[in-house]
């Protein structure tokens, strides 16, 4: 009689193997966790230039799943009587939103970790574009370190795209705003109130959140590779939904090494570093309500539908956290966190009781949702879904 768990690392691991074989994925691995305990996989390399390949242990960029971290710090200060998540922005930050359109006095705290204040998608800044979206931008700005106030202008540079609490649009600049928060509330700064809420309580000792001035990782890591630029000459202004494809560098040219690279515009969005094992315990902490008080967890997990929201499909978001859509799970409950950055892309996929996980790192952006769903599919034996 086959293993059923047997079978379904054999499954993931081929699913690793076809992301190198097929999805130009340099290097990915896959940490699971089931009835059987913990199992580690990898395919391709941590190193082009060397062919080193994939191990345990290595430090990653999380991304946007450091939202979470974000969200559980705000939502601790909420149970120890320091803020309330539905206090009005306007509070904490008098003006900073009443520019361009925004109202501080209607968004709140929840809409902000919710991406539901009607923020525009803080991605699709022209300053953004113009520093990073080809090659030769890249490389010329890679290096630089953004202070909170830019991140903060960022956030508002362009008008709201909804009203306050009527739908649901992913943005960066919301977290900024969080992160501003965090430290207007507390006096300290947000990567303190990081370690404090959420990293120290969970024992995280290979978990930090980058510092500014960083520009590389601890050992061991992998190296982080790009492919997805514009053409050199092309006006990021001039992207559109439609012509998109057309403005895209040859798909032929190498992968840039984006290892060495100021990570400081992510910030309370997502610039936490951690090990697949490390964010799984986090991940299985937040899930279960190992962190956080009843009021707050609940709170953490209230979703929200994301369709047409610049986010994961077939999903709903909470505060830095989201589930899958019962439909494509087949009735399977499933929750997650997920982020990517260029040249690192993490996601962690479980049950709500944390006992059954699987973590996922590429050393190269999202460029598809079609690696999470195999990945889901692979590890929960689901069937293949459609569209992505």
């Not at 953004?146 to 992913?170: I, K, M, N, R």
């Not at 990081?194 to 960083?214: C, H, K, Q, S």
Request: charged share 20%; hydrophobic share 40%; aromatic share 8%.
């Amino acid at each position: 009689m086959t293993n059923s768990v047997s079978t379904g690392r054999e499954r993931v691991q081929e699913m690793l193997e076809r992301a190198v074989a097929e999805m130009g994925v340099p290097g990915i691995v896959a940490e699971v966790h089931d009835d059987d305990g913990r199992w580690f996989g990898s395919a391709g390399v941590a190193d082009i230039a060397t062919g080193r390949p994939r191990q345990e242990g290595e430090y990653l960029h999380v991304g946007s799943a450091g939202k979470a971290f974000t969200a559980a710090a705000l939502l601790r200060l909420e149970a120890d009587g320091r803020l309330s998540i539905d206090d009005p922005v306007e509070k904490w930050l008098p003006g900073a939103l009443n520019v361009n359109g925004y109202d501080g006095n209607r968004i709140t705290i929840r809409h902000l970790l919710g991406n539901t204040g009607g923020l525009f998608p803080t991605g699709l800044a022209p300053e953004l574009a113009r520093r990073y979206a080809t090659r030769s931008a890249f490389d010329t700005h890679r290096l630089a370190a953004w202070t909170t106030d830019e991140l903060l202008e960022l956030a508002v540079s362009q008008p709201p795209v909804h009203e306050p609490g009527t739908a649901f649009t992913y943005s960066n600049g919301g977290y900024h705003l969080a992160g501003l928060i965090i430290e207007e509330v507390t006096g300290s700064s947000y990567e303190e109130e990081v370690e404090r809420t959420v990293i120290e309580p969970l024992g995280l000792r290979n978990t930090y959140v980058r510092p500014a001035e960083d520009t590389g990782y601890p050992e061991p890591h992998p190296r982080a590779y790009t492919g997805l630029f514009l053409k050199e000459g092309a006006d990021p202004t001039d992207v559109t939904s439609e012509n998109w494809p057309s403005m895209l560098e040859d798909p032929g040219l190498p992968l840039l090494d984006t290892t060495e690279f100021n990570t400081s515009w992510v910030w309370a969005a997502g610039n936490v570093v951690s090990t697949t094992a490390e964010i799984t315990r986090a991940f299985q902490a937040l899930t279960t309500g190992g962190l956080l008080p009843p009021a707050q967890h609940r709170a953490m997990w209230t979703m929200v539908p994301t369709e047409g929201g610049n986010w994961l499909p077939h999903s709903a978001y909470g505060l830095g956290v989201f589930g899958l859509d019962e439909a494509v799970t087949g009735g399977l409950p499933l929750r997650g966190m997920a982020g990517s950055v260029h040249g690192s892309h993490l996601f962690v996929v479980g049950t709500a009781d944390g006992e059954q996980t699987i973590t996922v790192h590429t050393n190269i952006e999202c460029t598809s949702w079609d690696i999470i769903f195999r990945a889901v599919e692979a590890r929960f034996g689901l069937p293949p879904v459609e569209g992505v």
